[in-house]
């Protein structure tokens, strides 16, 4: 069936043949198939002569599906800046969002910073197009007009119907100029593209979602792209920010449509506490915003410092306005003891939180065990978090409440010897929806593999399993009690014994009956994600 496809748009001279002939339920698997061939003529031809109002490209791909080559991309962009010019044109929504290729890329494929700009490049393009388009109708119409007075007037005055010499000094002229100058003028000031009047050249925008992908470099293009006013309107899914400036970051906010955009994501931008306290604000006039991530943005909150108690109030109020959240991921931000203050205000349980790197206290773990989130959480990462016996209490509370709901757990580097993880295993054991479980950069045995692997047999919902490297396979002379760092950059013995160890943990699966869960030594892949 799909080789039909495959073949049709495999010669590009005929299109023009072919297309008047294909049913519009065809034009989606031929270019899909367009898609998978590299074919960027037969994309730009079929996108031009779309006949559906709605157009998604990209989305959740297939295991093994590559995503769209960088020819075909460009292709597709420049396909609809040329049929805007169509009226004809059907298409009125074009979904990009998740189009962009994951890391690491392929050759010829194009990530979200790359896609970012060639998205925006297309949206400033078609305004500058239809700029130029409604500059030369006012033009016309403006000489249709004068022209017209020129008659009615020698008419009036009983002079002869051409009006000679008069006229053509009159069209030749500063009045023209200075009337077209005026209108233009006039219509850049409203930032109206749309052509006045008896409303026969207006066309109806085109909205065009995707993901934004921002930084220092791109940001004058994506300001441009956003405040233009033409037929594109550019929305953002999930907007990503890296070493942007608070005061940067606002004004993109200010363009945005509220409604549509899901998420935000701010990477190493020095925020401190005054700009995430400026920031949240502007962020609760979204009311689809779900998820809102800050890495690495230089927030270090300390009582002993004058101020902090205000700030601290000033953030929770702040996220107290963000009433849709479900997922909050904060990574190094230095929050010691302050987990109470930023997640009570929240009105509603969260999903997913991540507090990698945030020096977390025992008092925070018990705070967190206790409240409204731990029922609803799906996702857990507390990697980073250095976990002692006085935390152990709070830790397997905190299991307990989430035991029905908890799907991934990640507990990297938390300095979990055998004799911490033993007193949590029974506790994990109850968590009968947990498909991921992360473990590594953890100074354990190789007994204490076994026994953390055996409990993960037992979990019926149990799929993948990141481990670390136990204490035997590293060379001599790793202290008593490793920090993450230390263990990641000790030197390991040869493959042979790393080999006995992967052999092990398999040879329990398998007396276990599951050799369907998987299990990745973090030496091969620290960063691993588990696919739904």
């Not at 309107?233 to 907007?239: A, G, S, V």
Request: proline share 5%; hydrophobic share 40%.
């Amino acid at each position: 069936m799909f080789c039909f496809p495959v073949v049709v748009v495999g010669d590009h001279s005929l299109a023009t043949h072919w297309l008047r002939w294909v049913p519009r339920e065809l034009y989606g698997p031929l270019l899909e198939a367009s898609f998978a061939g590299c074919k960027p003529l037969a994309v730009g031809e079929l996108v031009q002569k779309w006949p559906e109002r709605r157009l998604r490209v990209g989305g959740r791909r297939k295991r093994g599906q590559r995503p769209p080559c960088r020819l075909c991309v460009q292709a597709l962009l420049l396909a609809v800046v040329r049929g805007l010019s169509d009226q004809r044109f059907a298409l009125r929504v074009l979904d990009l969002c998740g189009l962009q290729a994951e890391e690491p890329q392929t050759v010829d494929s194009m990530g979200g910073w790359s896609l970012t700009i060639a998205v925006c490049t297309m949206v400033v393009q078609a305004q500058a197009r239809e700029r130029k388009r409604l500059r030369g109708l006012v033009r016309d119409k403006e000489v249709k007009g004068e022209r017209g007075q020129c008659k009615r007037v020698k008419d009036a005055n009983g002079a002869k119907s051409n009006c000679g010499e008069d006229s053509a000094e009159f069209f030749g002229g500063v009045n023209l100029i200075k009337g077209v100058r005026r209108r233009m003028e006039i219509k850049k000031r409203q930032q109206n593209w749309r052509l006045e009047g008896d409303g026969k050249e207006c066309h109806s925008s085109l909205q065009v979602r995707a993901d934004i992908f921002v930084n220092a470099r791109s940001w004058e293009r994506v300001y441009a792209a956003l405040s233009a006013a033409g037929p594109l309107e550019l929305q953002c899914r999930y907007l990503h920010v890296e070493e942007v400036s608070m005061t940067s970051i606002g004004i993109l906010l200010d363009f945005l449509p509220p409604r549509g955009l899901l998420g935000v994501d701010v990477r190493y931008s020095n925020l401190g506490v005054a700009g995430l306290a400026h920031l949240l604000p502007r962020l609760a006039a979204f009311p689809d915003l779900s998820s809102l991530s800050l890495h690495y943005c230089n927030l270090d909150l300390r009582r002993d410092r004058p101020g902090q108690e205000e700030a601290l109030r000033d953030l929770s109020q702040g996220l107290a306005q963000l009433r849709g959240l479900q997922r909050l991921s904060l990574t190094a931000l230095r929050l010691p003891g302050q987990l109470r203050v930023l997640l009570s205000s929240l009105p509603r349980p969260l999903e997913v939180l991540e507090l990698p790197y945030l020096s977390l206290r025992a008092a925070d773990l018990a705070y967190l065990s206790c409240s409204h989130h731990a029922s609803s959480l799906q996702q857990l990462d507390l990697s980073e978090n250095r976990l002692y016996a006085d935390t152990l209490p709070a830790v397997r509370h905190l299991l307990s409440q989430a035991s029905g709901s908890l799907r991934r757990l990640s507990l990297r580097g938390c300095g979990l010897s055998d004799d911490l993880l033993g007193p949590l295993l029974p506790s994990l054991g109850c968590c009968s929806s947990l498909r991921s479980l992360a473990l590594a950069l953890n100074p354990l045995s190789a007994a204490g593999l076994v026994k953390a692997v055996r409990t993960a047999a037992r979990m019926p919902s149990m799929r993948w399993m990141l481990y670390p490297n136990p204490l035997e396979d590293y060379q001599p002379g790793l202290p008593e009690m490793p920090s993450s760092a230390q263990l990641m950059e000790w030197p390991l013995y040869e493959a042979a014994n790393l080999s006995a160890t992967r052999n092990l943990l398999h040879k329990v699966l398998q007396d276990c009956g599951r050799e369907d869960i998987m299990l990745t030594c973090d030496l091969l892949s620290y960063d691993h994600d588990l696919a739904e």
